[in-house]
């Protein structure tokens, strides 16, 4: 009987969230990472979480019942190795999710390269609001919630279903070890370039996910992604599309102060919509979700309701301050595609100001040439950018490696004012005389960033 439960690579955002859960759910919890700071590690300590820093045979001496594994840990770590040799049960991220918690649940599966977090946030909304008591593991803070997750007694669950690899012994997609009763799908672009060679390798994982699941789950999907729609037109699964032509659709969207609304079509329906949320791309993900709140049969009301009310999610376009008439607004954005939507969201809200970008490339894909070309273009709502050197480094090969360099000079060339930076403290600096009342500083990184936002508001006199 598994009593206690060990995580290596316990404070990741997906890992933590697990490790709360299980705790939550009388089960003694123990982790190790090599990186345990803040905010994650405060979490499972206040959770009572026993955290080890670094990874070692030693962590493993109180004898766990199980251990789970998470994606950034290779064969060659000393704690993995550990378990290996002392032949201790262990399992991945998604098995567990599945072993202890989804298991008699109806999950609602929010997949895609872009919009995951705010898809699934916005769907686990409404099931609250309609009174169905969900469960949810997202990859994001609700706002509503104070917290990434959620155990309900009722019968669905919302799960952000990550195309990432899942452990060392275990190279396919975290996606796959789910079987959804519902499947909404976002669209798909080339990421992750650090497993993925190329958009044919990620199309054809998306592909073997429907595959796997064209007899049992029912799929929502964006009808304005040619990559998706070439792998659904080749599947038997039952399909329902959303966007600008697809089968849910909007109109008439109008923005007031901060508010959004929208007409929203659909099979037989039409309703008007509130919401918080700005831009096209998330009125996108709001289509989505009414049409999987239509399937389930959430009234229409309850649906307003429930996206008028919506809080959003900690680093979606959140205002982390406003000194001096100057916000600060923190954002996750870092694929160009996101960038580009994000600054065109949040541009008509600061007509009498500018919107100056600050971005950090710094995951493994932006931190590689293969979006080079491609990233200028999507600074071109910006006033002003400033580059920054990512805070953290990893071993690209020379020829592969992003040059933050480079697309400040064709920034520049697109007639827009940017500028090269080396680290957070000189981005400040520079920002400091610069910020006058009604401009918006839009910080986008996938990480802490070294707590640049809280920073820049200490230092605006």
């Not at 593991?137 to 009722?154: A, E, P, T």
């Not at 899942?166 to 796959?176: H, N, R, V």
């Not at 707590?451 to 006199?461: C, F, G, R, V, Y």
Request: charged content about 25%; some cysteine; overall charge neutral.
């Amino acid at each position: 009987m598994v009593k206690k439960i060990h995580l290596i690579a316990a404070c990741g955002t997906g890992m933590g969230t697990l490790a709360c859960i299980l705790k939550d759910m009388g089960y003694s919890i123990s982790g190790s990472d090599q990186n345990v700071y803040p905010p994650m590690s405060d979490f499972l300590a206040d959770k009572g979480v026993k955290l080890f820093e670094g990874y070692d045979e030693a962590n493993l001496d109180h004898s766990p019942d199980l251990v789970v594994i998470g994606n950034a840990i290779t064969r060659q770590n000393l704690e993995a190795q550990a378990v290996l040799k002392k032949k201790i049960p262990y399992i991945s991220m998604p098995q567990a999710v599945n072993k202890f918690i989804a298991k008699d649940k109806k999950i609602i599966l929010v997949t895609g390269t872009h919009g995951k977090t705010t898809t699934s946030s916005i769907m686990a909304h409404i099931l609250f609001e309609a009174g169905m008591d969900p469960s949810f593991m997202i990859g994001g803070i609700l706002k509503d919630f104070n917290s990434s997750f959620r155990i309900g007694n009722g019968e669905y669950m919302v799960i952000e279903g990550d195309e990432y690899d899942t452990a060392f012994f275990d190279k396919g997609p975290k996606f796959m070890h789910y079987d959804p009763d519902i499947t909404i799908m976002t669209g798909i672009e080339f990421d992750h370039a650090d497993i993925f060679t190329g958009i044919d390798h990620i199309k054809k994982v998306f592909s073997k996910f429907v595959k796997k699941n064209e007899k049992t789950s029912h799929i929502i999907a964006f009808d304005n992604n040619d990559n998706l729609n070439q792998i659904l037109a080749a599947s038997k699964a039952s399909v329902e599309t959303y966007g600008n032509k697809g089968q849910w659709s909007f109109s008439n969207h109008m923005q007031k102060t901060s508010k959004t609304f929208f007409d929203v079509q659909g099979p037989d329906k039409a309703i008007c919509v509130e919401t918080d949320l700005v831009g096209r791309h998330n009125l996108f993900n709001c289509l989505a979700c009414i049409a999987a709140a239509h399937r389930i049969g959430i009234n229409d009301q309850i649906v307003c309701r429930a996206l008028k009310t919506f809080s959003g999610i900690k680093r979606r376009q959140e205002v982390r301050g406003i000194k001096h008439g100057i916000t600060v607004m923190d954002d996750f954005a870092h694929h160009p595609t996101a960038v580009r939507e994000t600054i065109k969201a949040v541009k008509p809200f600061y007509k009498d100001g500018r919107v100056i970008a600050v971005f950090e490339p710094r995951t493994n894909t932006s931190m590689r040439n293969v979006f080079q070309d491609i990233y200028p273009d999507s600074f071109l709502d910006a006033d002003m950018v400033c580059v920054c050197e990512p805070g953290v480094k990893k071993n690209i090969p020379e020829k592969e490696k992003f040059s933050t360099r480079k697309l400040v000079a064709d920034i520049e060339t697109k007639g827009i004012s940017a500028y090269h930076f080396e680290n957070s403290d000189a981005v400040i600096n520079f920002l400091k005389p610069e910020l006058r009342s009604n401009d918006l500083v839009l910080i986008m990184s996938n990480g802490g960033f070294d707590n640049i936002h809280n920073k820049l508001l200490e230092s605006i006199e």
